[in-house]
């Protein structure tokens, strides 16, 4: 079940401060407040999910078509679609998720060998 406090559910009520990269109705994109690399964003949907599998189960196809087209355009907006970047999302206990809400990592900005 969603937990309404955890930290993302926070930082999109705006109770607690963030880098933010760029909003809209549909989509946040923050930067992660300890990055593993030069670039390390989180993006994550407004919607009241915990993971992968609530987000790919309750979202409709427009809006995963949007949240993944957005992901490209801020990657692009940082020039990494010459560069290169990985896409990481920990889904449950095993992967270590620390925030139940719904988020990728958007890393790059130097090369990732060496980090997850
Ligand atoms: P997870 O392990 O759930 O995939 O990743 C959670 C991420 O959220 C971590 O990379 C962590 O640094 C980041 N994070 C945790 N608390 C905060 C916070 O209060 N603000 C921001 N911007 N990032 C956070």
Redesign the pocket.
Known sequence: MYDENN?FAK?LRKE?P?KPIYEDDKVFF?????PQAKIHI?AIPKMSVTDYNDFISKADNEMIKYFFDKINEIAKKHGLLDSGFRLVT?NGRDA????PHF?I?ILGGENLKGIK
């Open positions: 930290i930082i607690i963030c923050f930067n992660d407040i300890n989180l920990n270590n998720q620390e925030v988020h990592h």
